[in-house]
């Protein structure tokens, strides 16, 4: 069956960084636009980037663009999101998504378990 493992998240002091990495099985990952997106308590669930199968071409939410990079490496079937420059308004539990719509910024159906992000000031 399709699985979307997220890892890499954390606790990081505002102005840090980290790394968050999706293992992906079961799809043929390099036929998806893939995608990342964020739920603060609360909150509904946010778009922040997507990345079409080449990672020829990148969305961001305005409020992650020039701080957050997305990339994908389709040999290892990996989706990622390097968040820099990070606030305290960035801590939400992040979901990657697969089959994401880049124009209209709607998920795919398919979604990992979500890692915790934490951002202290």
């Known amino acids: 069956q399709v699985q979307l493992v997220e890892s890499g998240g954390g606790l990081v002091q505002a102005g840090g960084s980290l790394r968050l990495s999706c293992a992906a099985s079961?799809?043929?990952?390099?036929?998806?636009?893939m995608g990342w997106f964020r739920q603060a308590p609360g909150k509904e669930r946010d778009f922040v980037a997507a990345?079409?199968?080449?990672?020829?071409?990148?969305t961001y939410a305005d409020s992650v663009k020039g701080r957050f990079t997305i990339a994908r490496d389709n040999a290892k079937n990996t989706l990622y999101l390097q968040m820099n420059n990070l606030k305290p308004e960035d801590t939400a539990i992040y979901y990657c998504?697969?089959?994401?719509?880049?124009?209209?910024?709607?998920?795919?159906?398919?979604w990992g378990q979500g890692t915790q992000v934490t951002v202290s000031s």
């Open positions: 998504n697969a089959a994401t719509n880049r124009a209209t910024r709607k998920p795919g159906r398919t």
């Open positions: 079961g799809i043929s990952f390099g036929d998806h636009v």
């Open positions: 990345i079409n199968w080449s990672g020829s071409g990148t």
